[in-house]
């Protein structure tokens, strides 16, 4: 589920029977491992689970533990990322080489769509090979349309999870060398990087929502990490809530930013969106105010 204080305040307000939160689904997917283009590790499968996502979290390890077991002998989290995204490059070279065939025999039409295409695709083949991920490539509008219209997952945009020891957390980034090498990298491709520790969240799922309260209180932790992803991903995507009230519940709904109300009215039912005249809307603050 989506956090969303502003359920719990609607719900003091009008007392539902149920709070219904949106949500925003995770897929764990097995370490990839290099060679997985050729097949090596999960391969294809692997390839295939990351195509049908919208964004990825990587979570990269920034920490010691010889109990751990761990593909290489030492921690370097740079290079951990640089293996899973050279083999999304060459995944999408593969991927690209059967495109550009495809574009080349339609441009000969002469049509402009099929030359810029042919054009673009060719443009893009030569960053890859150079070792640059789509996502950080510059485009105009149209190029991005197309480009999106090929599912390439070297495009697909990323948040860096820096998993570190548990008694680390609460220090400063000075401290955290592995994390610092992270963030260095992730800041040229204009990528966050979120700092969570895996033990602990293990923990704090495991308590009650009022030990859970109290146990990150005594940590200093105001949200768990797995709030802050969520709120991360929402902000990445490009997603908002907007909430409703009719009884028995109280609901927050997912859409894009700059969604147009009849679209977010087919949200909640296909009708709505089929009959929209108008709709009411409230703003969150001003029903809080008025009570």
Known sequence: PVPDRRLEELARIVNPEKIIPTAIEFVDIAGLVKGASEGEGLGNKFLSYIREVDAIIHVVRCFKDENVSHTYPDIEPVRDVEVVNLELILADLESLEKRIDKAQRMAKSGEKKYITEYELLGRVKEELVKGISIRNMEFSDEERIIIGELFLLSAKPVIYAANIDEADLGKDMEG????????????????????????????????????????????????????????????????????????????????????????????????????????????????????
């Open 176 to 291: 955290l060398s592995a994390v610092k090498k992270l963030w260095q990298y992730a800041s040229k491709e204009k990528s966050e990087v979120m700092v969570v520790s895996a033990k602990i969240e293990e923990e704090i799922i495991q308590l009650d929502p009022g030990e859970r309260e109290l146990f990150m209180k005594e940590l200093g932790i105001p949200l768990s990490g797995m709030d802050r992803l969520i709120k991360a991903c929402y902000k990445l995507l490009g997603l908002i809530s907007f909430l409703t009230i009719k009884p028995p519940e109280v609901r927050a709904w997912t859409i894009k930013e700059g969604t147009r109300a009849p679209e977010a009215a087919g949200k909640i039912h296909t009708d709505f969106q089929k009959g929209f005249i108008c709709v009411e809307v409230i703003d969150y603050n001003t029903l809080v105010d008025i009570g």
